[in-house]
């Protein structure tokens, strides 16, 4: 059974930082280290929107709004993705998922990050 678990999100002031992580079990992630790993988010009433990637290498690519403030990294070992987010904003308010960038597997329930004084 695919299962993916997010953690770490929560209420923040602007300005502040938040460490979110995602483990990653099942079959299909027996092979973990060889796929590329991402974090979503979804505001209210918005679509889901890529927020960063990790590639097995280690390579990364952000979202022009969070580039600079956010930092995406993995442990193979662990099957875990990070998501670092500093310097957060009321507009990063989102619910936050990981999973494979192509081909995704199901979704896990997210974890809710609120930014607000």
């Known amino acids: 059974q695919v299962q993916l678990v997010e953690s770490g999100g929560g209420l923040v002031q602007p300005g502040g930082s938040l460490r979110l992580s995602c483990v990653a079990s099942?079959?299909?992630?027996?092979?973990?280290?060889?796929?590329?790993m991402a974090w979503y988010r979804q505001a209210p009433g918005k679509q889901r929107e890529l927020v960063a990637t990790?590639?097995?290498?280690?390579?990364?690519n952000y979202a022009d709004s969070v580039k600079g403030r956010f930092t995406i990294s993995r442990d193979n070992a662990k099957n875990t993705v990070y998501l670092q987010m500093n310097s957060l904003r009321p507009e990063d308010t989102a619910v936050y998922y990981c999973?494979?960038?192509?081909?995704?597997?199901?979704w896990g329930q997210g974890t809710q990050v609120t930014v607000a004084p």
């Open positions: 999973n494979k960038y192509m081909s995704p597997a199901s």
């Open positions: 099942g079959s299909i992630f027996n092979a973990f280290s060889i796929y590329t």
């Open positions: 990790i590639y097995s290498g280690g390579s990364t």
